[in-house]
C-alpha cells in the first residue's frame, strides 16, 4: 500500500480522471471515473520529451477527463529525488498544456504493487495503482 499526504480537496464537480505513472522514456496512464470508483489501464505512452505531447493530448482528447492525477516518487523515507522534481515539472506542464487540475500522489510502490499483481504493462498498471490510490483519497 502507497503512503500518501492528505490531498487538497477535491470538488465533487470532478468526476473523470486521468493518471500518468510519469517516466522519461515511458508513461502509463489509467483512466477511472468516481462512478466506477476502479482505475482501468489505458496503455503506455513510449516517448520522451516533446514526443510525448501529441499522445497525451490524444488520450485526454479522448477520455475528456475533469482532472489530472500524477504520481510522484519519493525515496521510502519520504526523501525528494531527481525524478520527484522531474515528475512535479510534468504535472505543472499538464496544467499548463491543458488547464486542466493536476493532483499529485506520492506513487512510492506503485511498480512494486503492479509487478506483484503480475501486470503485463507495468507503467499503465502502476497508473491504475495511483490512481485508486487517489480515489480511496476522496472517499468520507
Known amino acids: 500500500m502507497n503512503l500518501a499526504a492528505t490531498p487538497p480537496p477535491v470538488s465533487d464537480a470532478l468526476q473523470s480522471f486521468l493518471a500518468f505513472d510519469f517516466g522519461l522514456k515511458r508513461t502509463g496512464l489509467a483512466y477511472a471515473s468516481r462512478l466506477l470508483g476502479v482505475a482501468q489501464p489505458q496503455g503506455t505512452v513510449n516517448a520522451s520529451g516533446n514526443a510525448r505531447w501529441p499522445l497525451i493530448t490524444e488520450?485526454?482528447?479522448?477520455?475528456?477527463?475533469?482532472?489530472?492525477?500524477?504520481?510522484?516518487?519519493?525515496?521510502?523515507?519520504?526523501?525528494?529525488?531527481?525524478?520527484?522534481?522531474?515528475?512535479q515539472q510534468f504535472a505543472r506542464q499538464l496544467h499548463g498544456r491543458f488547464g486542466l487540475p493536476v493532483f499529485e500522489v506520492d506513487e512510492r510502490y506503485s511498480t512494486t504493487e503492479a509487478r506483484a499483481a503480475g501486470a503485463t504493462d507495468v507503467d499503465a498498471a502502476s497508473a491504475c495503482v495511483i490512481l485508486d490510490q487517489f480515489l480511496r483519497s476522496l472517499q468520507p
Not at 519519493?74 to 520527484?84: Q, S
Open 59 to 87: 488520450q485526454i482528447q479522448r477520455w475528456q477527463p475533469d482532472a489530472l492525477v500524477v504520481g510522484v516518487p519519493y525515496h521510502p523515507d519520504g526523501a525528494r529525488h531527481e525524478n520527484t522534481d522531474r515528475a
